[in-house]
Nanobody, 129 residues
């Protein structure tokens, strides 16, 4: 069974950058779509970004596009989220997730938490001066 472990979170100041990693074990990333979500205190989990592993297509929450970049390294079985110019509004626990089957219309599905079968435990990101 696929296991996902996030890392790279921490405390940064506004304007700084972080790169989150999501390492997969017990399977490979070749057969999955992957995504990043975040959950701020007292708020619902929200979609951040996703990458379709069948064709490499990437998707972003409209408010984050341009600051965040999703990528993957199949040789390392790892997905990344590069986050630049962070603001206090980016403070949240960040989760990676994986889908166990390729589907159509991923551009319409990726935002929904129930489309994903596996979840990591999350890594906290705090942006504060």
């Amino acid at each position: 069974q696929l296991q996902l472990v996030e890392s790279g979170g921490g405390l940064v100041q506004p304007g700084e950058s972080l790169r989150l990693s999501c390492a997969a074990s017990g399977g490979t990333l070749d057969y999955y779509a992957m995504g990043w979500f975040r959950q701020a205190p007292g708020k619902e989990r929200e979609p951040v970004s996703s990458i379709s592993l069948s064709d490499g297509a990437t998707f972003y929450a409209s408010s984050l596009k341009g600051r965040f970049t999703i990528s993957r390294d199949d040789a390392k079985n790892t997905m990344y989220l590069q986050m630049n110019n962070l603001t206090p509004e980016d403070t949240a626990v960040y989760y990676c997730a994986a889908r166990s089957s390729v589907t159509t219309s991923w551009q319409l599905r990726w935002r929904r938490t129930y489309e994903y079968d596996y979840w990591g435990q999350g890594t906290p990101v705090t942006v504060s001066s």
